[in-house]
């Protein structure tokens, strides 16, 4: 009974986009437990693909108002007649849905992300924080990307990264540095974190990225240079020429390199750690045990 309807293009507006109404009144529940609503609107996949952008804040915060907004937007859709999910990857050939994380620090009210002498004014403490990230993109991936799906939505041609590198307009980059629009404050200058899914625990997947990001501050870790190109359409050659390399393409390689990742162990701590990761090698091995309909179908007559 899930079928989609067609799609309707990026921010498309009614009757286009059908579910303005329903975005709507996922907001006002939003507000009316506390979590600020910036911004809603349709996204790039099917019909039934949404976005609605919620205001930034400190760290434990922000993850507790993601769980108010998953709440709020499953039972208004019930309420609708409608199922919500925020599965990575529901729909084979379509885009997938994320949920990129924008981060920054601050040093009292002033970010230590801008630096107005810098070359395009990002600071020192950023580009490291930015090395950090991706230092340990591959060890974090299990907590930031942690279903078997999530690793269905991680493939080129979708708008979602495969690749460890940064950009300031390169949208399929891991990590991009939004450009700060005319008009507002130097203070949004800001790292945005691609690779995150919603089914992500935030205050281990937000806690994990801080850490990242801090070990690259710490030990002033240098910052490749930002790959502008698309990385869609870059071929092997060019892929290997520039040295870049990919995230986990699966759950138990995602796995495997968060156990050799002492600065996320350290992060989660041993009882959150030992046990999430146990976990995940159950969750893994009971998928790779499961034979699927795509193998039947290609396989079972065929030999």
Not at 55 to 77: G, H, M, P
Not at 78 to 83: D, F, I, L, N, S
Not at 150 to 161: D, F, I, N, Q, T
Request: glycine share 8%; net charge negative; proline share 6%.
């Amino acid at each position: 009974g899930h079928r989609p309807t067609v799609k309707g293009g990026y921010f498309p507006v009614p009757p286009v986009d059908s579910l303005h109404d329903l975005r709507g009144a996922m907001c006002d529940a939003m507000e009316e437990m506390g979590v600020p609503v910036e911004v809603h609107h349709h996204e790039v996949a099917t019909a039934g693909q949404c976005e609605i952008g919620t205001k930034f804040s400190t760290l434990v915060e922000r993850a507790d108002w993601v769980q108010i907004q998953k709440y709020c937007t499953w039972n208004v859709a019930h309420a609708y007649g409608k199922t919500a999910t925020f599965m990575p990857k529901p729909i084979v050939g379509d885009n997938g849905s994320g949920m990129h994380v924008h981060q920054s620090l601050f040093k009292g009210a002033k970010t230590a992300f801008h630096d107005p002498k810098a070359e395009h004014e990002l600071s020192t403490t950023m580009l490291h924080y930015i090395g950090g990230l991706l230092k340990h993109a591959k060890g974090m991936c299990a907590v930031t990307n942690p279903l078997v799906n999530s690793y269905k939505r991680l493939v080129p041609g979708y708008e979602a990264p495969t690749y460890l590198t940064w950009g300031r307009t390169n949208r399929s980059a891991l990590i991009r540095v939004p450009k700060v629009s005319p008009g507002h404050s130097v203070e949004a200058t800001r790292v945005e974190v691609r690779c995150p899914d919603p089914t992500a625990n935030t205050y281990l997947a937000f806690a994990a990225m801080l850490a990242a990001g801090l070990d690259g501050i710490e030990k002033g870790l240098k910052l490749t240079d930002p790959v502008e190109e698309s990385l869609f359409e870059m071929t092997a050659d060019r892929v290997a020429e520039k040295g870049i390399e990919e995230l986990p393409g699966s759950l138990g390689a995602a796995i495997h390199a968060m156990e050799q990742d002492e600065v996320i162990a350290e992060a989660l701590g041993d009882h959150v750690y030992n046990h999430y990761l146990e976990a995940k090698r159950e969750e893994w091995l009971e998928y790779k045990t499961q034979v699927t309909e795509w193998e039947r179908d290609r396989y079972l007559e065929a030999y």
